[in-house]
């Protein structure tokens, strides 16, 4: 149940958070890791991303838990780019068997004033970028999983979260899509949906005390997700312990979703 062995996986956003949580953790039953990562800022996006020195410690973790791993600067967004080092990867470690969409970035704030390209470089890193990732992935894959990392905000309104929101609900809608269309080709694509966890993307909700108390009151198991709480199920939806399961939204948000 769950085990990886001799697998290929491609994970975007795995520079740190809850990529290299997923790279670490598939490493550990068994997969290779083609990590991915943008490794620059974006200039509409008000926060540091990811470095190269993240992305190399995540390489390392996964090489310390005794498997092959190629990282790749790789903008999602640049699709040109993204091709060339995911096929510089595949060279190296063998087909993709799984594919972790997780690239993704947040700008929270009042939606009346928002600029266009705000809107346009949420949408087209984490709706757009999972979009193209999986279908390059798909044109080598003669079976496998994809997990798509979507959102509490791909079933809930959230304000003030308009573009990631609708970028996150347009991301389910993909998965089921495509979980339909690729179910012939023995390919399984499933949405995982991370609620409240403490990363560098959303370390500055953190910072506020009373924010921390009302999203607690929300959640039925009364704390914030800790990174291991989320890789178990990335792992269960990538092995064939999922065999039967595909266009599914899995939640992991300590009940949130349930209690509303």
């Known amino acids: 149940m769950g085990e990886l062995d001799n697998t290929v996986a491609v994970i975007t956003g795995a520079g740190r958070g809850q990529g290299r949580s997923h790279a670490v953790a598939l490493a550990e039953r068994g997969a290779d890791i083609i990590a991915v990562d943008l490794c620059a800022d974006i200039a509409a996006i008000p926060y ?3 470095t190269k020195a993240d992305l190399d410690e995540t390489a390392r973790l996964v090489r310390a838990a005794g498997r092959r791993a190629v990282p790749v600067l790789a903008d999602v967004r640049d699709l ?7 096929r ?26 928002r600029a266009e390209p705000v809107f346009d470089a949420i949408v087209d890193t984490n709706l757009k970028g999972a979009f193209f990732c999986a279908q390059a992935a798909a044109r080598q894959m003669s079976e496998g999983a994809i997990v798509n990392v ?28 495509l979980a339909v269309e690729w179910a012939p080709l023995g390919i399984r ?19 506020d005390d009373a924010w921390q108390q009302a999203m607690l009151a929300k959640i039925p198991l009364a704390r914030f997700g800790r990174l291991d709480d989320l890789v178990g199920a990335s792992v269960f939806l990538c092995s064939d312990a999922a065999a039967y399961i595909t266009g599914v939204f899995l939640p992991v948000d300590g009940g949130y979703l349930a209690s509303i």
Request: charge should be negative; glycine fraction near 16%; charged fraction near 15%.
């Open 80 to 86: 040109e780019r993204l091709d060339t080092g995911v």
């Open 189 to 207: 694509v499933n949405g995982l949906g991370p609620g409240y966890f403490r990363t560098a993307l959303t370390e500055v909700f953190y910072q």
């Open 88 to 113: 510089a990867g595949i060279d190296d470690l063998g087909d993709i068997d799984i594919v972790i969409a997780n690239a993704g970035v947040v700008a929270i704030g009042d939606t009346q004033p």
């Open 150 to 177: 979507c959102s509490l905000t791909s079933g809930v309104g959230v304000p003030t979260a308009v573009p990631y929101g609708s970028s996150k609900s347009g991301l389910l809608g993909m998965t089921r899509a």
């Open 48 to 50: 540091p991303l990811a």
